[in-house]
């Protein structure tokens, strides 16, 4: 079946066309910029990409409408007509407490979806306006929300519960959630696979590090705990977010600097982690190349980063009294030899080493990079996240 993924953001709107029975990516791209300048890119497997810059796509419903144009087209297009599309599956980012699972989406769950959106103000709204859109322009089509959060539904009260008065959990649900759900739990049963594991009765660890970051102890198949909290805030230190922080912190730049609560915000999401630190920048790659040259700042982000993912390994390890397998996943886990290297330096102690050749492993490939005799095996496993929202559409709709 030919299910089209949609991942909506504030003002982009990723896409892929995946046949579920042979997992093949038909086609797919991205609209960017919408209602700015519009930037629509289009990639069918095995055809020529096109890209076109400046192109009127002033909401989501015009970016939706010129991708359903595109993949029905008789020259570039990949299937014959809007009917070929069999369901749609969105990325939802937050499902609150409501969604443990993916579901089929009718008016009551965009309701729920929507009184999500507090809890995810830059995402929730977006996903909403992705599923409306493709109800309007494709009605016949099932549409499956597919939520970041709803992996992680199975931690315990002790796990998600903040130590603050119990009332605001009450009145508003605050807690932690954890986000990257999709990519944790195909990562975990890819890794369990690979190691020749029971997913259900193994423990598992998925570092998923990409420009968000986050850890997540798979207990028996089930998410345990994970490093994100009530936002994707919490937990490591990222790209621009800085993480775990003392509030106290906060407060005393607040006061200092004269920074509103906006502002503050802002500065933790957009201009901390290993940004703020470095003053360079995000990516990992620009961070190693300067510290090679000297810079100690970027030097200082780079240990900030693995100190503080050493710290959550093993307290996952704690946590689950033991670990099976280990996983790195998304751009800096696929591709990141140096982060991967300073993980594995620390497992030394329970046994389990790096295998430097096997560590240079590069974008889309599985690879084992612990030694054949290390205790328990460390693997890249790239992760899909498209893929797996294919799955569960199609699993849905079966
Ligand atoms: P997102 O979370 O935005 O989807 P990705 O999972 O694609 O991001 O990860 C993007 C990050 O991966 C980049 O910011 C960069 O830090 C890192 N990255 C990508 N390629 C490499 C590489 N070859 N070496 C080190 N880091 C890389």
Request: with cysteine; aromatic share 8%.
């Amino acid at each position: 079946m030919d299910v089209l993924v949609i991942n909506c953001g504030s003002s982009s709107l990723k896409y892929q066309l995946i046949d579920t029975d042979t997992e093949k990516v038909m086609a797919k791209g991205i609209c960017e910029r919408i209602g700015v300048d519009g930037l629509f890119t289009y990639k069918p497997t095995g055809g020529m990409a096109i890209k076109k810059a400046e192109f009127d796509m002033p909401t989501h419903t015009e970016a939706v409408q010129h991708v359903i144009d595109t993949l029905t087209d008789p020259e570039n297009g990949v299937i014959e007509s809007l009917d070929d599309i069999a369901a749609v599956g969105h990325r939802i980012v937050h499902g609150g407490e409501k969604f443990a699972e993916s579901v089929i989406i009718d008016d009551e769950v965009i309701k729920e979806v929507e009184e999500c959106s507090a809890l995810a103000p830059l995402h929730n709204p977006a996903n909403v306006i992705g599923i409306k859109t493709c109800m309007k322009l494709m009605p016949n089509a099932p549409q499956i929300g597919v939520f970041d959060t709803a992996f992680h539904q199975t931690m315990r009260d002790y796990v998600y519960t903040y130590a603050i008065p119990y009332e605001y959990y009450e009145k508003y649900k605050v807690r932690r959630y954890g986000f990257h759900g999709t990519s944790h739990s195909f990562v975990s049963k890819r890794l369990a696979e690979v190691c020749d594991i029971d997913l259900d009765t193994s423990k598992l660890i998925v570092c998923h590090l990409g420009g968000g970051a986050s850890v997540t102890a798979v207990y028996r198949g089930k998410s345990f705990d994970t490093s994100m909290g009530l936002t994707p805030l919490e937990g490591l230190a990222m790209g621009t977010r800085s993480g775990d922080i003392d509030i106290g912190a906060i407060n005393y730049i607040a006061e200092k600097e004269g920074m509103s609560f906006e502002e503050i915000m802002d500065m933790l999401n957009k201009k901390s982690g290993v940004l703020g630190i470095s003053g360079n920048s995000s990516d990992f790659r620009d961070l190693w190349n300067s510290r090679a040259v000297g810079d100690e700042r970027s030097g200082l982000a780079l240990d900030v980063f693995c100190y503080r993912l050493i710290k959550y390994v093993g307290a996952y390890i704690a946590a689950m009294n033991g670990v099976d397998a280990i996983a790195f996943t998304a751009g800096i886990g696929e591709n990141d030899e140096g982060v991967r290297q300073r993980v594995i330096d620390k497992l030394n102690y329970m046994g389990v080493f790096l295998d430097g050749e096997a560590n240079q492993a590069r974008y889309g490939k599985e690879v084992r990079i612990s030694t054949p005799d290390s205790k328990i095996p460390v693997w890249v496993i790239p992760t899909d996240e498209e893929l797996a929202i294919a799955r569960e559409t199609a699993a849905l709709l079966k």
